[in-house]
């Protein structure tokens, strides 16, 4: 286990984790106690803050698409993953049983504890797992296809998820803002052309420094937030005019849905871009590749249905005492209290299967 860690790009790891602090104050933004009180000028540094950090889980199935699409298929690591989420489940509601935080059926309990977690409050690790199981298929046709090949499946995937729901106002195809398995498969694909065909040795890139593009990279990134920032209010400010229910109405409050969204157009791209960055660097560090490790367990517990509320709950956020810059602190100190804390919660539970694992080993070698 050691020589993977020492093998595995610490740069990319490094991106999950920074991914994964950002799904934290992401959450924290969205669920914080006082926050939905906040006035215009709070809520419009509210709206640029979730308009960078937006690109977390598109992140992660990026690197899932880089890396996976040329290697094999492990069903240990599903079996683990599904077994971490179960272990989390049963540990919360025999939290929010031993402290009577709530009541729980016994219909509730024994969907928590019994039913296997594929399709429960973790929306992420339901689409993943099921990812992992077609990546198989996928790298089939990754592996055989020509670079015009993969790059027409590519475009056409991005125009089916990203474009046609928008254009038709997710009519004809709807992909639930990107919460869908579809959305997955093209990020999937997109991560797997950057590792078969990567971007900087491209005819375009190849002459241009890393210092340079990393630049560019900066550049875009903030020019899709500002982007969708600037549709976002521009759908705000429609709606504040237009009369409830005409064509201009709907087309503001579709202006306001949407620039947030997962599969947007401007948030696909600057995900792409966020992990192009990332993808510029080289380096390995012990460190960052064991806390990478743990960062499924960072969203499988700061994400827990049961336990959410209660969390939340410890840092109510006084909207109306403090000013913005203090209250977007406050957020980024939450974010960094629940991050570390539940780094910690599943050190210590990884250690402790650990532990089990090699006792087990022995016990066998002893009866052997």
Known sequence: MEKTLKLRQSNFELMRIISMFMI????????????????????????????????????????????QSTSKFRLKKVLNLIATSWFYRIVAVIIVLALSLTTLTNLEILNNVFILPLEHEHWFIHYYILLYILSPFFNKFIERSSQGELKKLVLTLVFINCFLPYLTNQGFFNTSFGFSLYHFITLYFIGAYFRKYPLKQSYHFKNMSIKYFRLLMVLIFFGCAFGSLTI?????????????????????????????????????????????????????????????????????????????????????????????????????????????????????????????????????????
């Open 24 to 67: 934290v104050m992401w959450h924290v933004i969205i669920s914080g106690v006082g926050l939905s009180q906040a006035n215009n000028t709070l809520t419009l540094f509210l709206d640029i803050i979730k308009l960078i950090l937006v690109v977390h889980v598109n992140s992660f199935v990026l690197v899932t698409g880089y890396f």
């Open 232 to 368: 976002l209010y521009l759908g705000k400010y429609i709606c504040s005019f237009a009369i409830p229910g005409s064509i201009l109405f709907e087309i503001g409050a579709i202006f306001q849905t949407h620039p947030a969204a997962y599969d947007f157009p401007l948030i696909v791209v600057q995900s792409c871009v966020y992990f192009l960055f990332f993808s510029t660097f080289s380096f390995k560090n012990k460190f960052i590749n064991n806390l990478s490790t743990l960062m499924i367990g960072v969203y499988l517990i700061h994400e827990s249905e049961l336990l959410k509320p209660y969390i939340y709950k410890l840092f109510p956020f006084l909207v109306d005492k403090h000013s913005p810059f203090e209250i977007i602190l406050q957020i980024f100190v939450v974010a960094c209290i629940i991050f570390i804390s539940s780094v910690i919660i599943e050190y210590f539970r990884k250690k402790v299967v650990e532990l089990i694992g090699f006792l087990v080993k022995n016990l066998k070698r002893k009866e052997a």
